[in-house]
């Protein structure tokens, strides 16, 4: 199976790429994240046209999530349990969506930016981690050869390596030290972030801002990542950042991120 995850910065201005990005990689099943959308106004046609089932949840033009598959969709999710919510008329927020496709169980997932350091958006990211990580550590106890993938765009640069400057981001979100132990608390508690592996150093950015000619520049940042659980992780048999995507007229500021993986034995 070919698991590709692409925050798309909106799927209705760029539905004709997702669908040529799902013909000339052939991929399986992709989770999107910034879909920018309602429910109603998501253009399922489009996809189901190209031989995906498509899951979406999305409350506004404000972050929304989905999963498109052809190996299957089942037990669709909205949400995960416990999520934090955020907002003055606190809301559960359209950051993450879970089904199983082709006997995995994929959750597509915006994680919160945070903003600044001393904004409650920047909290909120914090306890959003921690909820999700608690719930990945209890699906694991419930059934520890659960293969699970946590995909997404995590806002989170793990290593200084992952920023094209780290100067440029001194006092600010993305590389702080709590960001960086809440995304890491993942591999705690037993899952592998599968792309340090196979992606090389020339290829590993995710996003590149739109302003300033920083991917011509190259100076990108690496924040989309997968998570897999260890019965997933040892089937995982190769990572390729999709840098091209990025190129071109009306492309997203972040590419896709896929992963291959075997069939289980």
């Known amino acids: 199976m070919r698991l590709a995850t692409w925050n798309i910065n909106s799927i209705r201005a760029r539905a004709d790429r997702a669908v040529a990005f799902l013909e000339r990689s052939g991929t399986d099943v992709l989770a999107l ?18 031989g995906y089932e498509v ?8 972050n929304g999530v989905a999963i498109a598959s052809r190996v299957g969709l089942d037990d669709v999710e909205i949400g995960f349990p416990d999520q934090p919510q955020f907002g003055e008329e606190p809301v559960v927020e359209a950051r993450a ?6 006997g995995v169980r994929v959750w597509s997932l915006y994680v919160p930016h945070g903003r600044a350091l001393d904004n409650p958006h920047y909290a909120y990211k914090l ?3 921690a909820t999700l990580r608690d719930q990945a550590r209890g699906w694991l106890e419930a059934d520890a050869q659960a293969p699970v993938a946590l995909v997404g765009d995590w806002n989170v640069a793990p290593r200084d390596t992952d920023v094209w400057d780290m100067a440029a981001f001194e006092g600010q979100t993305h590389v702080s030290a709590p960001e960086r132990a809440a995304f890491a608390a ?3 508690i037993g899952f592998t972030e599968v792309s340090r592996e196979f992606v090389p150093e020339d290829r590993k950015y995710t996003y590149w801002d739109y302003q300033k000619l920083r991917f011509p520049k190259n100076e990108g940042l690496r924040i989309d990542f997968a ?23 009306g492309a997203s500021d972040h590419v896709p991120v896929i992963v291959d993986v075997a069939d289980a034995v």
């Open 33 to 50: 994240q910034e879909t920018k959308c309602k429910d109603s106004q998501f253009p399922f046609d489009v996809l189901e046209a190209a």
């Open 186 to 188: 993942f591999e705690e």
């Open 127 to 129: 306890d959003w981690l």
């Open 55 to 62: 899951a979406h949840f999305g409350l506004s033009q404000w």
């Open 97 to 102: 969506i879970g089904a199983t496709c082709g």
């Open 227 to 249: 998570y897999t659980s260890p019965a997933l992780t040892s089937r995982v048999t190769g990572v390729t950042i999709d840098r091209d995507e990025r190129k071109g007229k």
